[in-house]
């Protein structure tokens, strides 16, 4: 007796052998060593000339490999219609978060998973969460990896897929938590793309044959976490980039890798510098437009137009009295952060904000509303005039009391007649809405002619002075 049948199975069989009947099924028995083995037994009873039952012939058959492997070809196309079930239940426009969770809630139906959880790996190495879910369903807010864990996990998903008994990590994330959930193995499958390593899939479970149990599903994480690299392997591509870009960035925050220069604005009539606008030069020679650009897909572009409009009116302290200081700002700043307000009036000059064209105006009322909010008030320009349908919407929603030029329009327009045409209407339209044009990139004496002739006020550009650090325009009568 192995102590796997009830007594009344035993019961069963006996009442068949003492009514002169065989009886036949599968048992589980014990051997001499104490392990378990399968067995198919035919039990006789041998009776005399009388009828009586003298003794029993039993034949049996060891089937605990042949069960095994029934065992494992069910438990494979369970895994099988699982993972199938996964792939139709996805959905193609899912976020690489939800797809992560949806992969993860699949796993979970595999037996005696506790918890399941895609991390993938950054540029740096460090493991980062994608989803974690747990069988009971309760909500787990994702941890990163430490580094040194990361490294390890790296090291090993390199080799391929492997289980382990857990052991308690007081610094691990979720130590305390599977604690709580009674895990005592752990299991981890890579996720790979093109041949190379971008991530793990983990699973945990508990229970005495936790780890034997996982072993044996290991196959089956594999193909989930195959699964994982086929729908997420771009979206991690991508998260690496962005992850790399928003580093980048943060560094040039953090350093201060950028200084402000400014270019004069003119009166065309009197040559008198009457304002500066303020521009930034990052110390790798970035393109500022393309820098901001990355800043505002990194998720940083107010942290670096803060930084770069702090340094700015710090240094315009040193430019001539008088001037106004023209500073690029984007209309999500001005609307959704109250420390350009407190920047603002650290400025030692009238201050004009530039909008900047690259994101686009979703409300145009809340940003009338967060200008007029402004103390000491500020004055408006809007770029690129002439340049698109954007830009006139720029003009007519927001009133700005300077219009600037599109360098477009100013290269050539001595012997332009329809540049001219065009300049001479955007001047006359300025003028009806109490607006005065800065015409923009202004290189030589002949475009400064024609523009004074159609009677644009102001101008910049190379021919008025190029972009310099401060204290080249500190001293008067400087050309930058």
Known sequence: KSGVQTPSFYAAMWASLASGASFTSELTNRRKDGTFYREEAVISPVVDEDGAITSYVAVKRDVTRERAMEAAHDRLATQRALIAKTLADLKADSSSAATAEAICRQVLNLPGIASANINYFTAQGLAMPL????????????????????RVLRERAGRGAWAEPWVRRPWHPYDRLFAELGVTAVAHAPITLGGGLIGTLSVSAGGLDALAGLTESLPAIAEFAGIAGALLGAA???????????????????????????????????????????????????????????????????????????????????????????????????????????????????????????????????????????????????????????????????????????????RGIETDLTRKAMVFGLEHFAAESHSQMVAEGVETEAELAALRAIGVRYAQGYLLGQPARVADWAAPGSTG
Do not use: C, M
């Open 236 to 410: 991690i591509l991508d998260l690496n980039q962005v992850g790399g870009t928003r580093a980048r960035i943060a560094d040039i925050i953090r350093y201060a890798s950028f200084h402000p220069v400014f270019q004069p604005i003119v009166d065309v009539t009197s040559g008198e510098r009457v304002g500066y606008e303020a521009l930034t030069r990052f110390t790798n020679e970035g393109r500022p437009d393309a820098v901001f650009r990355e800043a505002r897909e990194a998720g940083l572009e107010t942290e670096l137009e803060l930084a770069t409009l702090r340094a700015a009116i710090a240094a315009a302290a040193g430019l001539p009295a008088g001037a106004w200081l023209s500073l690029n700002v984007s209309p999500t700043l001005v609307i959704g952060d109250k420390q350009i307000a407190r920047l603002l009036r650290t400025a030692d000059r009238p201050v004009v904000l530039e909008i900047t064209e690259h994101v686009p105006v979703a409300d145009y009322a809340a940003l009338r509303v967060a200008i007029g909010r402004l103390r000491p008030p500020v004055r408006v320009a809007v770029d690129d005039a002439g340049s698109g349908a954007a830009n006139l919407s720029h003009i007519v929603e927001l009133r700005p009391t300077f219009v600037k030029l599109d360098i477009g329009l100013v």
């Open 131 to 150: 989803a974690f879910v747990r069988a009971d369903g309760a909500s787990v807010a994702a941890r990163r990896v430490p580094a040194n864990r990361s």
